[in-house]
């Protein structure tokens, strides 16, 4: 799992000023985001891609603006939009208490949390607690150490240093799975056939997009375009691309 999401400091700012009416429908749409966490945004073979991205474009698409993107590092991605750099900040972050203290954000739009991955001819383990008991693969100083440790106590735990060497480990059959961030487990299994992610999270965290506080207009007009885009179907397909069972 990567830590950058979980361990997110938010600078203090001031907000100065009073926001003019809303962008005339047509503008760009300032979009930031640190695209290094595949499958939620990365860049592929040159080009910004992930779920993040494809559904940020549908929405432009569906505001009826062209959607401009600024690459930064995820720990600027609040100060940045406090600061009136971009519109609004799109990059896996989670809701939470402390952030929405100083910015807005959309509806969720996507539950991350921790999820299973076994090879997909393992029939022994078909929901999380079926792991009790055998050998998991879980990344030192991330969240899935404790809570495994917790809420599956006879668990045979192997700690490694690195996300790939805890995927390789119940690849080559050392550990029966591997718990972690559900973004980079489908992300693994989508580009390494014989493995799967269990459709059953361990946790729930939800995924929001931040915008500024003092542009409330623009927060309800994404989420108007959120609705629209889960009833047309054209989110579940984008879903599908990216997070299907079986990363088809």
Request: aromatic share 8%; charged share 25%.
């Amino acid at each position: 799992m990567n830590t950058r999401r979980t361990l997110f400091t938010v600078a203090a700012a001031a907000l100065f000023g009073f926001a003019g009416a809303a962008q005339a429908q047509g503008e760009p749409l300032r979009v930031a985001t640190d695209a290094t966490f595949p499958p939620m945004e990365f860049v592929e073979n040159g080009k910004r891609t992930g779920f993040d991205v494809e559904l940020v474009e549908a929405i432009g698409k569906t505001l009826g603006r062209k959607v401009e993107w600024i690459d930064i590092d995820f720990k600027g991605l609040v100060p940045g939009l406090i600061s009136r750099r971009f519109d609004m900040a799109v990059s896996a972050i989670y809701i939470t208490d402390e952030r929405k203290k100083v910015v807005d954000f959309t509806v969720p739009y996507y539950a991350g949390g921790l999820v299973v991955m076994v090879k997909d001819g393992n029939t022994a383990i078909k929901v999380p607690a079926d792991i009790n008991g055998k050998k998991v693969s879980v990344q030192v100083g991330t969240k899935s150490v404790a809570f495994t440790k917790e809420k599956y106590p006879q668990v045979q735990l192997m700690e490694v240093e690195k996300n790939q060497e805890m995927f390789n480990l119940v690849d080559i059959g050392r550990a029966d799975a591997a718990v972690t961030g559900k973004p980079a487990a489908y992300q693994y299994v989508r580009t390494r056939p014989g493995l799967k992610v269990l459709p059953e999270q361990i946790t729930t965290e939800e995924y929001g997009m931040a915008i500024r506080k003092d542009t409330p207009e623009l927060t309800k007009a994404v989420n108007g375009a959120i609705e629209k885009l889960k009833a047309d179907g054209t989110y579940a397909q984008i879903e599908k691309k990216w997070f299907s069972a079986n990363a088809k």
